[in-house]
């Protein structure tokens, strides 16, 4: 989208800053919001599969963000300030992003709000964080606040509304939708270290992804 002006031009007269967003007649579907995709495509309503419980939930944040964190263990202080070649951003940045999002969400249970501006305002949050450490250190926090809460979360905590910038939705879905981003990226993850040169250890495989929801393309 940056590279693409039409595109970003686009996106503007829609009134909106952030993608994914899918335009389906005058209907326009901000993020990947499963419940509104289904009610613009007319599809069969959700199943149960698709709404994970707590311990699913926790599962598979378990999963993905332990092996993020393991791949953040492996960067170099001296890389953090690398930048991707497809878009103007930092290693530090996009660790930091990463962490930030199901981050947000858990601070949304308690304001109720769950703001583009905030995850905006994470890049220049990720500046302090000088070294592979500290940004490891937080992200085992983060994955310590997600075992607090999904730990007692019951199934009606995971259906409170958040009013967030792709419209109100569960805590659940939040939490899901963050938890797809973290995977996603943890993919982009390993393909930046094929261009710095490290083996990323123990990877995850498509297999362990199984059941989490993410594109299909890397970029």
């Not at 202080?77 to 969400?105: I, N, Q």
């Not at 606040?145 to 967030?164: K, T």
């Not at 981003?181 to 990877?203: E, M, N, R, V």
Request: proline content about 5%; hydrophobic content about 40%.
């Amino acid at each position: 989208m940056e590279h693409d002006p039409e595109a970003m031009a686009e996106l503007r007269a829609l009134g909106l800053r952030t993608l994914p967003v899918t335009v389906i007649g005058e209907t326009v579907v901000v993020g990947f919001n499963r419940s509104e995709l289904v009610r613009a495509l007319e599809l069969s309503p959700e199943s149960d599969r698709t709404r994970p419980g707590a311990d699913v939930l926790l599962e598979r944040y378990e999963r993905v963000l332990g092996a993020f964190l393991r791949a953040n263990r492996q960067i170099p202080d001296a890389s953090l300030d690398w930048k991707s070649p497809e878009r103007e951003r930092t290693l530090r940045g996009f660790v930091y992003h990463v962490y930030d999002r199901p981050d947000l969400v858990l601070r949304g249970t308690q304001s109720g709000a769950y703001r583009y501006e905030d995850i905006r305002a994470s890049f220049e949050t990720a500046e302090a964080f000088r070294t592979t450490d500290s940004l490891v250190r937080h992200g085992e926090a983060v994955l310590e606040r997600l075992r607090q809460y999904l730990g007692r979360a019951a199934d009606a905590d995971l259906e409170c509304p958040i009013d967030s910038y792709q419209g109100v939705l569960t805590v659940r879905e939040l939490l899901d939708l963050a938890l797809g981003h973290a995977a996603h990226h943890l993919k982009q993850l390993y393909h930046y270290f094929g261009l710095l040169g490290i083996t990323a250890d123990s990877p995850l495989t498509a297999d362990d992804l199984t059941g989490i929801d993410l594109p299909s393309q890397l970029f």
